[in-house]
Each structure stands twice: as structure tokens, then as C-alpha cells.
């Protein structure tokens, strides 16, 4: 059953479990509730699902459903997919990555994929030998080794530091990702500053920090990234991002849980012990529903501000760091590098200014409140993996998308003029992309119906405001260790009947639905 915006009638007095937040997350945490026979309703802000986990027509009249926010698909665990019985599918990418560069005067490219003749020849050609493509594989062969151990323990109960520590029986790659700022690991075992920077990119999505920074931030964000899957490979979601969150929110409807759409959660009144009261508002008015448990699926930031407390002082505030560009172009552009065809640069990861004296750099300047001089993004095309996002007449005239994801743009970069800051940054960061190209981008772009170039951009001001992502922090918080002390499962909070079931939970962050997940189990191992 779906209760649409304007509805305040539901089908039951009390609920087994109301969720707060129908993003992926919490439509998982739904599912497996709903399929082990609770009752269960959620209760949404916004006029429909799904949160950042959305496919949408961002510009008018133009036919292309593009993953306007998240938009990769790794941490995903494959037992979600099958316990929910989710018809939801990803296509491998052929390339990893290809990150332009110059030397001598000569335009040139290091591509990663292909083949490892391939990638092997590429790095000789960059560096002059195979040291470093030897380097690049010992140390990728150690994250996935530790990839292969550690992704199975994100849907089992929390483990503590030992017991992960213990599982991994890698001390060398223990002290290298969980004890020593991975900017020592790099330098180590790289020389060319390309490769480093290349190697390095995995910290920073999402993350502001340096290579060196002492709080490991960096670390954390490396170690998801590198572990999806056991395989750490990012994938392309079919049908984009939205057709995940579409999925689960129909496992949620065919198990029996109710989705009310244009409810936003004011208040939750409990203490801990008694069925909670969750106080929310819609076009009509405001009401209440009552839940014997209730899973939040928002920030810790949010769950204490709905519980009426201070938030925990722990956790300083949140701060998304990154930059959100989506077009759609008419046709890829022509590369500087005439050796390999765009249709291949761009299918993978496209680095841009993401040298690792680059990063540095980028990271200093924004440090010091200034946007990045030369800022560093990656970009790649979905439409290349999977076209069906784009409508027949746009495939036939060779239309494709390009999704940019900006680093080192934190979110204090933007509020004395979050419009002007906007758009001076899209226009650096645009002419960082053209100087590997045989053609400004802006000259590629599609046009919508009322003639405007289809290019928007989305800075940490803009997501909070959109989604509600505090700070604009597309992980809620600064990624948390896969261990703990305290929890079972890692999404227990100090009232025994409240869960936290998004992205700031342990083991949250990315489109994963693992918080959801392990909520539920929370809740039906009682």
C-alpha cells in the first residue's frame, strides 16, 4: 500500500517500525522488515523516494534520466540484491581509468584497463619502465586481499578492532590502511607523481582531507572505496541510480510496507522503552503516528534534532566537500591524446588536475579559503555503459552523458556567495577538462527545449539545501572504521527502540543500503 502525499490515514494505530527517510536505506531496511511479516511504514519528505539514490530529467524537455546525485554503484552487497529479490542489474566498466597528462610539450594518457598488456604498456610509456606498474600491482593485489575479508563483514554484526584485525591477518596491510596516513603508503610505493595522484583520488571522494592528515580520514575513505564487492570495482547502474531506489521501494510495497511520500518528520517523543511518537507534517497539516521501534534514515545530526537533543559533541559538524556537475553533451569531445578514441577515456574514470601535487595543492588553497586554482575532478559517461537512460531520438544523434564529480570544494568555500562561487568554480573547473581536449566542452554541450546548454552544477550548499545532507556531506559524517566497541550492529543509539539506518551509521556512506540492512537485523534479532 502507498499513501500519497495528502493522506493521514494509515492502516495501522501502532506500527512495528516507523522509518524516517525513504532513501535507499531506509526502503531496504523496509523491505526486510515488511517480508519477516512486521508492520512497518515510511514516512518521506519529499513527493517520492529515494533520496540521492534518484534518477531524474534534470534538464527541459530533454529525454535523459541521469543519476542526478549518487551515481556508481560498489558497495552494494550482492546479498541484498538476492535477499530482496530486486530486479536491479550493473554493467562492468571495460576501463578503469584514463588520466590525461603532458610532458615535453607532448599530450599523452595513462590508461588503466584494457587488458594488462595494455595497462602495462601505458605505464611504461608515462614512467619509462614497469616499476611502477609492478608497484601499482602489488599494492592493489594487498587491497584486495583485504577487500576480499572485510566486505563480508559490512552485513554481519559489528566486529571489534581484534576480531577485524584478526580476520584481515595482514599486519603489513593493517598498519599501511588503519594505523599510518595512507599519503606514507603512497610515497613508499610510488614515484611518479601521476600514478600517486591517481592512486591517491579514492581518499578524497566526499572526504576533505590531505594525504598526510593525522585524523585518517583519508584512510577510511580509501578503504571503502576499495573494498566493494570484494573487488572493489564501481559499477554502472542499469537504468541509473533511480532504478535501484525503484526497486526497493517496490520489495518494501510487495512485502506489505506502507510508503507515504510528502511526510516530513518533525519530532520523535520516546523514551526509549515505550512505543514512540513520530510527529510529522504534510500539505494538510500536522499528525502523529506511533512506532514500537523507529529507524531513522537521516544524519546523527538529524536523529538529535528530532529527539530534541544536542547532538553528540564527538562528531564535529559536518562538511561536504565536493562539486556535482551533470551535462549532457551532443557528442564527446575530441582528446589532445590522439592514441586513444574518447569513447574509451571517457567509459572509465576520467581524472583531471588529480596529480598528487595537485591534490596537495587544491587541499592548501581550500584550507586556506580559497577556492582550488587548478581544481581537480573526475568525470566519466554512463551513457557509453548503458544507454538506456537516454531516449531513442538522443541515442540516435549520438548523444551522451558526462557526470563530474569535483574534490577539495568544501562547503565554507561557498557561503558568502554560493551563486557567484558556483559558477567561478565551474568555469576553472571546466578549463582544467579543456586543456585535454582538441575542443572546448562548452562547444560539445546539448541544448534543452528552451535552448539553454544542459550543464548543472551542485556545490555542498546546494545538497544540503536539495537533500538535506548536512553540510552538504554526501556521507552524513566523516566515514567511520568497519569495527566497534559498542553496538551490535553498529546502528543502536542510547534509546533501545531507535535505530540509525542511514549513511552516518557504522559501516554507512555510499549507495550500500548495509545500514538499512543492518537495522533490520537490529531489529529482528530481538
Known amino acids: 500500500m502507498t499513501a500519497d502525499a495528502g493522506s493521514t490515514g494509515f492502516a495501522h494505530d501502532v ?73 536491479f542489474r550493473v554493467r562492468r566498466r571495460t576501463v578503469s581509468s584514463y588520466t590525461p597528462f603532458e610532458r615535453d610539450g607532448r599530450p599523452g594518457g595513462l590508461l588503466v584497463g584494457g587488458g594488462e598488456a595494455r595497462t602495462r604498456e601505458s605505464f611504461a610509456r608515462l614512467t619509462g619502465s614497469d616499476r611502477e606498474y609492478e608497484a601499482w ?14 566486505f563480508p563483514t559490512l552485513t554481519e554484526p559489528l566486529p571489534t578492532r581484534a576480531e577485524l584485525r584478526a580476520r584481515i591477518d595482514d ?69 541509473g541510480m533511480g532504478a535501484l531506489t525503484d526497486a526497493l521501494a517496490d520489495a518494501a510495497r510487495a512485502g506489505g510496507a506502507e510508503i ?28 502523529t503516528v506511533v512506532g514500537r521501534a523507529v529507524l531513522v534514515n537521516a544524519s546523527p545530526k538529524a536523529l538529535a534534532d528530532l529527539l530534541g ?37 571517457f567509459s572509465g574514470t576520467f581524472h583531471v588536475a588529480e ?62 556567495d554560493n551563486r557567484q562561487a558556483r559558477e567561478v568554480l565551474l568555469t576553472a573547473t571546466l578549463a582544467q577538462l579543456d586543456a585535454h581536449l582538441a575542443e572546448p566542452l562548452t562547444d560539445c554541450l546539448a541544448f534543452d527545449a528552451d535552448g539553454r546548454p544542459c550543464i548543472e552544477a551542485k556545490t555542498p550548499l546546494d545538497l544540503e539545501q536539495e537533500l538535506r545532507l548536512p553540510g552538504g556531506h554526501i556521507f552524513h559524517r566523516d566515514l567511520s572504521w568497519p569495527y566497534g566497541e559498542r553496538g551490535r550492529w553498529g546502528v543502536e543509539t542510547d534509546r533501545p527502540n531507535v535505530l540509525l539506518c542511514g549513511a552516518g551509521a557504522a559501516r554507512g556512506g555510499g549507495v550500500s543500503g548495509i545500514p538499512g540492512h543492518n537495522a533490520a537485523m537490529a531489529l529482528l534479532d530481538r
Request: aromatic residues 8%; hydrophobic residues 40%; charged residues 25%.
Open 15 to 87: 506500527y512495528d517500525a516507523v522509518i524516517v527517510g525513504g532513501g535507499h536505506n531506509g526502503l531496504v531496511a523496509a523491505a526486510y522488515l515488511a517480508r519477516a511479516g512486521r508492520s512497518v511504514l515510511v514516512l518521506e519528505r519529499l513527493g517520492h523516494t529515494g533520496g540521492a539514490a534518484v534518477s531524474t530529467r534534470p534538464f527541459a524537455g530533454v529525454d535523459a534520466r541521469l543519476s542526478r546525485y549518487s551515481y556508481l554503484v560498489s558497495l552494494l552487497p550482492g546479498k541484498i540484491v538476492r535477499d530482496l529479490g530486486l530486479r
Open 137 to 150: 600491482r602489488a599494492f592493489y593485489a594487498t587491497t584486495g586481499r583485504l577487500a576480499e575479508r572485510v
Open 171 to 239: 599486519e603489513q596491510a593493517w598498519r599501511m590502511l588503519f594505523e599510518e596516513p595512507l599519503g606514507r603508503a603512497v610515497e613508499e610505493r610510488f614515484a611518479d607523481d601521476l600514478v600517486r595522484g591517481v592512486v591517491l583520488t579514492d581518499a578524497l571522494i566526499g572526504t576533505f582531507a590531505d594525504a598526510h592528515d593525522l585524523s585518517l580520514a583519508q584512510n577510511r575513505c580509501f578503504l571503502y572505496h576499495v573494498i566493494g564487492g570484494g573487488t572493489g570495482d564501481w559499477d554502472v547502474p542499469v537504468g
Open 260 to 287: 507515504a511520500t510528502g511526510h516530513e518528520v518533525l519530532r520523535i517523543h520516546t523514551d526509549g522503552t515505550a512505543p514512540a511518537e513520530v510527529t510529522f507534517r504534510t500539505a494538510h497539516g500536522e499528525g
Open 309 to 345: 537533543e544536542a547532538p553528540d559533541p564527538v562528531l564535529r559538524a559536518p562538511e561536504g566537500a565536493q562539486f556535482k556537475v551533470n551535462m549532457l553533451l551532443r557528442r564527446l569531445p575530441r582528446l589532445r591524446d590522439t592514441s586513444v578514441d574518447p569513447r574509451e577515456a
Open 355 to 416: 596529480g598528487y601535487e595537485q591534490l596537495r595543492r587544491a587541499h592548501a588553497e581550500a584550507a586556506a579559503g580559497e577556492l582550488p586554482s587548478a581544481p581537480p575532478s573526475e568525470i566519466y559517461c554512463h551513457s557509453l555503459t548503458d544507454p538506456t537512460i537516454l531516449g531513442p531520438d538522443l541515442t540516435e544523434q549520438g548523444c551522451q552523458t558526462l557526470t563530474l564529480f569535483g574534490l577539495h570544494t568544501p562547503a565554507r568555500l561557498f557561503e558568502k
